[in-house]
């Protein structure tokens, strides 16, 4: 309890019985315990462009009681209003890749910069946790950078067979007729070129010839992870192919991999199809739950360095 007597502040009171004095003293009762709010979702628009609808929950308590008093008239409202301002600048610096890969981070940086404001309150901000609620729009194409959509739709590109060109200098191709011709080379050696489903044994054979001599122990050092990839045929079964960058030089094959694998990236024929064509954008995909990425997306991202030794 905060006492006024005759309007000069005495030594905060309590807990416990305080005696007042009547028309002389005033008093503001100050609740020490550890308190909680949530920043309502708000729409923000991240760095590349894309628009997120994100809020945040924060845990808060007063350690100065008299300071709390007497520099804030509505501590609640002021140190919400500062817990929102503080998400908003945090994340028009970053892209929708950070803020979905780097939540905790984010949110330790948002404890430090809120604290620096409300500690002069007499408030101290225990913790921070962001939630993203929705992306309602997808990010912006831009040069700068490799990002999780680029990423996934070399990959995607090449498990089609979009072979060595197409992944050269780290860009997407830049027609999808090139892909196409791809497709309709491999057309001829099926006994039914009407099937959808029988070009992609061969194709998936030729990948991983391929991908097999760029296989190294650096490569290995370097990412430290086990991939497998399921392609779903129309009829319902799997086709499975595996990464694995654990030991020695790496090894990549049909089938399932020996060891239990770190991340597992599933998605329909049709869909890798539709990602060949330029009809589908893997982040697009990603979000809707048409590509399944199972397990660490930080180590999911670490296929860059996979796609940069294909170069």
């Known amino acids: 309890m905060i006492v006024f007597r005759l309007g000069r502040i005495r030594t905060p009171q309590g807990p416990g019985m305080v005696l007042l004095l009547p028309f002389i003293d005033s008093f503001q009762r100050v609740d020490l315990r550890t308190r909680a709010f949530s920043v309502p979702p708000c729409k923000l628009a ?32 002021a140190t ?14 970053r892209p929708l890749r950070e803020i979905q ?3 905790l981070k984010i949110s330790d940086q948002l ?6 404001v409300t500690r002069a309150w007499g408030l101290e901000v225990d913790r921070v ?4 609620e929705a992306v309602l729009q997808l990010p912006q194409d831009s040069p700068a950078g490799p ?27 830049p027609e999808p007729a090139d892909t196409l011709d791809m497709v309709n080379e491999v057309e001829p050696s099926a006994p039914h070129g009407g099937a959808r ?16 001599p760029f296989l190294s122990e650096a490569l290995v050092s370097q990412v430290g992870a086990c991939y497998q990839f399921n392609v779903v ?20 094959g049909h089938g399932v991999p020996d060891a239990i694998p770190d991340v597992v990236v599933e998605m329909a024929e049709e869909d890798l199809q539709a990602l060949l064509c330029r009809e589908l954008r893997p982040l697009g995909a990603y979000m809707s739950g048409r590509l399944k990425v199972k397990g660490d997306l930080a180590v999911a991202m670490k296929l860059e360095a996979v796609l940069r030794a294909l170069k």
């Open 197 to 212: 489903s029988s070009p992609k044994q061969p194709v998936a054979e030729g990948l991983l010839t391929a991908l097999k």
């Open 46 to 77: 991240s760095k590349d462009g894309a628009v997120l609808s994100v809020g945040a929950d924060v845990q808060f308590r007063i350690w100065d009681p008299v300071l709390s008093v007497m520099t804030v008239k509505d501590l609640n409202t």
């Open 233 to 252: 045929l129309p009829s319902g079964t799997q086709s499975i192919y595996f990464l694995d960058l654990t030991t020695g030089q790496g090894r990549v």
């Open 129 to 132: 946790e962001l939630a993203v």
């Open 111 to 116: 404890l430090l910069e809120i604290n620096d």
């Open 147 to 173: 990002s999780l959509d680029s990423t996934l739709q070399q990959l995607a590109l090449y498990f089609l067979g979009g072979g060595m060109s197409s992944v050269a200098g780290g860009a997407p191709l």
């Open 101 to 103: 890969m780097e939540k």
């Open 80 to 93: 919400r209003m500062t817990a929102q301002n503080a998400m908003t600048k945090a994340l028009l610096k």
